[in-house]
């Protein structure tokens, strides 16, 4: 097979790799109603003039189901960082005693379940339509080497189904991963 080819399939792959990755990531962030520390992954504060994410400066546990858990390890920077989670937009107020802050996530209503199925749609809408991408850029090129004479009908033809083939699987494991997280969002 021409190795321009191979080329193609192994940036199409990684390509599609990154969309799925992000979609992950993205569900991470979601609340579903149990403590899930990845929820500050975004959360930064102000660290002696630097912007620090909080996981860079604290331990993060989870002690219940719906409790977190934050011990700074600078004493004098627990209201900096009770002030960011407080500002950022997780919807949780922290409660401060000292030494730790907790934050204790609020059973969710059916109304803001269904609020988060529809953000969890939307995730995997989005990662489809840049896999969706990925499959035009990929076949375009394909169909550029076949205008310089590199490819012939037949072999553009077979890595067409070839690429299409990729999205098919990264299509479907971005569904699965889309139906598990609303499973969980919806389990009370």
Not at 6 to 23: G, M, V
Not at 63 to 84: C, G, H, M, T
Request: proline share 2%.
């Amino acid at each position: 097979m021409n190795e321009m080819v191979e080329e193609i399939y192994s940036t199409c792959k990684q390509d599609l790799e990154k969309a799925y990755n992000h979609q992950q990531n993205e569900y991470l962030m979601i609340r579903a109603g149990r403590a899930n520390p990845h929820i500050l992954d975004k959360v930064m504060v102000e660290y002696y003039g630097v912007m620090t994410p909080i996981v860079q400066m604290a331990t993060i546990t989870v002690s219940e189901a719906r409790i977190l858990n934050i011990s700074v390890w600078d004493a004098s920077q627990i209201k900096n960082v009770e002030k960011a989670i407080s500002a950022s937009d997780i919807g949780i107020t922290p409660t401060n005693d000292g030494k730790t802050i907790r934050l204790v996530f609020p059973m969710l209503t059916e109304e803001r379940r269904k609020e988060i199925v529809k953000t969890v749609k939307k995730l995997c809408e989005e990662t489809k339509v840049a896999m969706r991408g990925v499959r035009r850029d990929c076949l375009n090129m394909l169909k550029d080497l076949k205008n310089e004479g590199e490819l012939s009908e037949d072999e553009l033809s077979a890595s067409e189904k070839e690429i299409q083939k990729f999205i098919d699987k990264y299509t479907e494991m971005a569904d699965k991963q889309s139906d598990e997280k609303e499973d969980e969002v919806m389990k009370l």
